[in-house]
């Protein structure tokens, strides 16, 4: 009597036999099973990645299976029981390659989620057909397959995910910190409180081979001494390994530890790597006497400047975007973006404390959420009250005329005291602590004499 399968083998043999890349996640979003197709698209072993959380996030923070499976994440509304259509990624053989993916979630009677079963399709995507494509989608999917082109085609090259944005601005210091991540100059990074100049500083540190590049050493330049100075450099000398040091804040070195740098730097006799910070260009604080110019040279190789957030208004959904996805890859609560209406809140917003406000907010904001997408209430009050304010016009303001106010008042004073005087200029002028004749006068300049006449 032959001997019969069971259901489940007999359906897991299908699917293995299938060449068509198929995956299928549990209500918590973790790998269940993976067929052979989809493990050979992927360039892995099905063990590397079963039991293993799919994130929705982009960042490159992650390790290598962990990025794997979060490349293959669906848009978190699938959670709410809705099919998605979207891209996953495999980058197999250090090439990164597109694929659509059709993801079915699969209900129990009481609607609760059991599975949700990813179809890939058997071909890799163009570029220029995906972004086609990519545009048709809703906001919030749009711009984090945006962040996953980024991610792979630059920042898994660079480091630098935190550089995103289509703006010329944003474009030009992405160009410089690729040139920098790849150099030994020295680097200044200039911007405002919170622009991301730290982030980028470590960002180019840590591009460089672990073995070369040597100890970090944060030197905030306001409370920096010569004798801190001298000590960091002899402990870095004596170690002959080298290092970078990261002069926070460079502007504001005073005179006696700009003089001690520019002494001792160019004798350093172990390789050094400066990256600075500062707000303003340092070759431009010399003609003003506020820095030392040979010390500003060599501080200043490479300029990379990082507007504030008030002047590249179009990265604000990418950048926001990313900042969520970043809150995502903490785990817990995974949302797929913002509606609409927060984001065109999120574009009006000036953000006076740059990208670290914009992260605080974004963070206060994933917190609150109470769906799989920030709805504009769901952000911070303030961005509420600029709103409103911007939505007000401004009343003008008029200019005060002293003299006519003045007189004014004199008019109205002369007026009661010789109402109370009943036409007595003399009484009248003892009221008003005058003489009789310099009341006249000031009445006569003012007007009054008709009516004070008795």
């Not at 910190?177 to 980028?200: I, Y």
């Not at 591009?207 to 002899?234: H, K, M, N, Y």
């Not at 609409?340 to 206060?364: F, K, M, S, T």
Request: net charge neutral.
């Amino acid at each position: 009597m032959p001997r019969h399968r069971s259901p489940a083998a007999e359906l897991v043999k299908l699917l293995e036999s299938a060449s068509q890349p198929l995956y299928v996640l549990d209500d918590a979003l973790v790998i269940v099973y993976l067929n052979a197709g989809c493990c050979d698209w992927l360039g892995t072993a099905a063990e590397d990645l079963l039991g293993r959380k799919c994130v929705y996030h982009c960042g490159n923070e992650l390790t290598s299976p962990d990025a794997a499976a979060a490349a293959l994440c669906p848009p978190p509304t699938v959670l709410e029981g809705r099919e998605a259509v979207a891209d996953v990624a495999s980058s197999a053989n250090g090439q990164t390659r597109f694929r659509r993916a059709s993801f079915v979630p699969l209900r129990r009677p009481d609607e609760k989620i059991v599975c949700i079963v990813a179809l890939v399709d058997p071909q890799d995507r163009e570029e220029k057909m995906a972004e086609m494509e990519v545009a048709e989608s809703d906001e919030a999917q749009e711009l984090h397959q945006q962040l996953q082109r980024f991610h792979q085609q630059t920042a898994l090259r660079y480091g630098i995910e935190r550089v995103v944005g289509v703006t010329p601005a944003i474009r030009r210091a992405r160009a410089q910190a690729e040139v920098a991540a790849g150099s030994r100059a020295s680097v200044l990074l200039l911007g405002p409180q919170g622009s991301g100049r730290h982030h980028l500083a470590e960002t180019i540190y840590y591009a460089a081979p672990a073995e070369s590049r040597g100890p970090l050493v944060l030197l905030e330049c306001g409370f920096l001494d010569v004798e801190l100075i001298q000590s960091t450099l002899r402990s870095l000398a004596a170690e002959r390994k080298g290092g970078t040091l990261l002069f926070s804040n460079a502007d504001q070195l005073s005179v006696e530890s700009q003089a001690a740098l520019a002494a001792m730097l160019p004798g350093t006799k172990c390789p050094l790597r400066l990256v600075s910070t500062a707000a303003a260009p340092l070759v431009d604080l010399p003609s003003r006497g506020l820095f030392r110019e040979d010390l500003a040279a060599i501080l200043s190789t490479i300029t990379i400047e990082l507007p504030p957030l008030a002047k590249r208004r179009d990265d604000l959904p990418l950048l926001a975007q990313a900042l969520l996805e970043e809150q995502n890859a903490r785990g817990g609560k995974q949302l797929a973006g913002f509606t609409a209406e927060a984001i065109d809140r999120i574009c009006a917003y000036d953000w006076p404390g740059n990208a670290a406000e914009l992260a605080q907010a974004v963070a206060e904001s994933h917190a609150r959420a109470a769906s799989r997408l920030i709805a504009r209430d769901e952000l911070p009050e303030r961005l509420r009250l600029a709103a409103a304010a911007a939505a007000r016009p401004r009343r003008k303001e008029e200019p005060i005329q002293l003299d006519e106010f003045v007189a004014r008042i004199e008019r109205e004073l002369i007026r009661r005291a010789l109402a109370r005087s009943k036409g007595n200029k003399a009484k009248a002028a003892r009221l008003l602590g005058l003489n009789r004749p310099r009341l006249y006068r000031r009445m006569v300049q003012l007007g009054l004499a008709q009516e004070g006449e008795e």
